[in-house]
């Protein structure tokens, strides 16, 4: 069994640069990511990073936001930049491992000036 845990959502501007964390309760030695669903849409994929380091974007995020992992804080991050109003989402943390799929509860990201 394993918790996610997002934090670092709220109201931000279009020229903020806010990071999301996403704590799991234990050592997780697989491959992570980020998932939104703004409102009236579908979860999308934003992005993923593999337990090396290697990672992939959806393209509507290319170029603005960054995903990185700390695993000695069983922690992996979202940078985001250069914010619209369409990244406006519930963003989840998402793993899956042994088969299973944990997300996270997500946390809110409304982007308005």
């Known amino acids: 069994q394993v918790q996610l845990v997002e934090s670092g959502g709220g109201l931000v501007q279009p020229r903020g640069s806010p990071r999301l964390s996403c704590a799991a309760s234990?050592?997780?030695?697989?491959?992570m990511g980020w998932y939104r669903q703004a409102p009236g849409k579908e979860r999308e994929l934003v992005a993923t990073?593999?337990?090396?380091?290697?990672?992939n974007y959806a393209d509507s995020v290319k170029g603005r936001f960054t995903i990185s992992r700390d695993n000695a804080k069983n922690t992996v991050y979202l940078q985001m930049i250069t914010l619209t109003s369409d990244d406006t989402a519930v963003y989840y943390c998402?793993?899956?491992?042994?088969?299973?799929?944990?997300w996270g509860k997500g946390t809110q990201v409304t982007v308005a000036r």
């Open positions: 998402y793993l899956k491992t042994f088969g299973v799929n944990y």
């Open positions: 234990r050592s997780i030695f697989t491959n």
């Open positions: 990073i593999t337990n090396g380091g290697s990672t």
